[in-house]
């Protein structure tokens, strides 16, 4: 099985940076995702991790530390629209793509 | 481009009563399927995916079902609703190969009274 912990809640200043930690136990991992999820909406994809390091897009980055169980989405120049749930979500080797998601962490940017 | 669209996108239910939720894609052939559901408060639980026609995998013990008649089209149903059952039900796809991320559909919220 897997077990994936994040902080429940965060507030963060419009314009600031902001670090959401997600850490995981899994016995076959294969990618970490993460997904960024407003109030009654679906879930929109934002990066994926597979090998360790930095992964930036534009300004959300993602780290993966596989050795550690550890992975962080940065938010840089906070906008007020970037307040929203934060899904962190692992992929094993089984079979189907199959993704354990996280129980989200619940952003507020604040003026 | 690829879409996904599933409906009805708000229901209210009695206790013991049917469900039928409906998802279809378009624009891409032999995706994996899932059905997930997001209770108030909590996490995206997997209740069911799919690798292609007539095949089901349950991830969780319930009074719900999946099918695939075809190859784009994935359905949850229920013969009978619990209370329990009230959630927001998602669809989603994936690609099978490459970095494989789920794409969602916009929601089903399901009230059961």
């Known amino acids: 099985g897997q077990n994936i912990d994040q902080p429940t809640e965060m507030t963060a200043t419009e314009g600031a940076i902001v670090q959401i930690n997600c850490t995981y136990q899994?016995?076959?991992?294969?990618?970490l995702f993460w997904y960024q999820q407003h109030a009654g909406e679906a879930p929109t994809f934002l990066s994926y991790n597979v090998l360790d390091g930095l992964e930036e897009k534009g300004r959300f980055s993602s780290f993966l530390s596989r050795s550690k169980g550890y992975s962080y989405l940065l938010l840089k120049e906070l906008q007020m629209k970037d307040s929203a749930s934060y899904l962190c979500a692992v992929r094993d080797w089984g079979g189907g793509n199959k993704l354990t998601f996280g129980t989200g962490t619940q952003l507020k940017v604040e003026l | 481009s690829q879409t996904i669209h599933q409906w009805p996108a708000t229901l209210v239910q009695p206790v013991g009563s049917p469900l039928s939720l409906e998802c279809t894609v378009e624009g891409t052939s032999n995706p994996n399927l899932y059905w997930y559901r997001q209770a108030a408060g909590r996490g995206l639980q997997l209740l069911f995916y799919s690798v292609g026609i007539g095949q089901i995998s349950s991830e969780v013990p319930q009074n719900l079902s999946a099918s695939r008649p075809q190859d784009r089209q994935f359905i949850l149903s229920s013969k009978k609703l619990l209370l329990s059952d009230s959630g927001f039900y998602l669809c989603?796809?994936?690609?099978?190969?490459?970095?494989?991320?789920?794409?969602f559909g916009e929601g089903s919220r399901l009230t059961v009274l």
């Open positions: 899994t016995s076959g991992f294969n990618g």
């Open positions: 989603a796809w994936s690609v099978p190969t490459g970095t494989g991320e789920l794409f």
